[in-house]
Nanobody, 123 residues
Framework: VQLVESGGGLVQAGGSLMLSCVAS????????MGWFRQAPVKEREFVAAISWSGGGTYYADSVKCRFTISRDNAKNTMYLQMNSLKSEDTAVYYCNGGLGRMATISRGDFGSWGQGTQVTVSS
């Protein structure tokens, strides 16, 4: 499945952004999906995951209660609503997923990644 992230931009601290991840192919609705991010000179880290049905979600402690992950399988699209943004949220955000549990997806062990979308939070 091909994944394309969008929705990033420049926002002031305390602001909001919504990211989208559009998937091609018919397997999206079978996949648990996740958002990941990579800040400059840091390793890529897990942000949030969602089950194939959307009924289960899982967040990194750093974004819990500020970010909300969701999906629309009819549109082959996953979202990340980011509120109360902080400067430390600045990163390139990526989506990815596969067959398996959210805990497995959260490990981020994928062979390929998309271009990502840049989120910059100014303080």
């Amino acid at each position: 499945v091909q994944l394309v992230e969008s929705g990033g931009g420049l926002v002031q601290a305390g602001g909001s952004l919504m990211l989208s991840c559009v998937a091609s192919g018919r397997t999206f609705s079978s996949y648990a999906m996740g958002w990941f991010r990579q800040a400059p000179v840091k390793e890529r880290e897990f942000v949030a995951a969602i089950s194939w049905s959307g009924g289960g979600t899982y967040y990194a402690d750093s974004v819990k209660c500020r970010f909300t992950i969701s999906r629309d399988n009819a549109k082959n699209t996953m979202y990340l609503q980011m509120n109360s943004l902080k400067s430390e949220d600045t990163a390139v955000y990526y989506c990815n997923g596969g067959l398996g549990r959210m805990a497995t997806i959260s490990r981020g062990d994928f062979g390929s990644w998309g271009q990502g979308t840049q989120v910059t939070v100014s303080s």
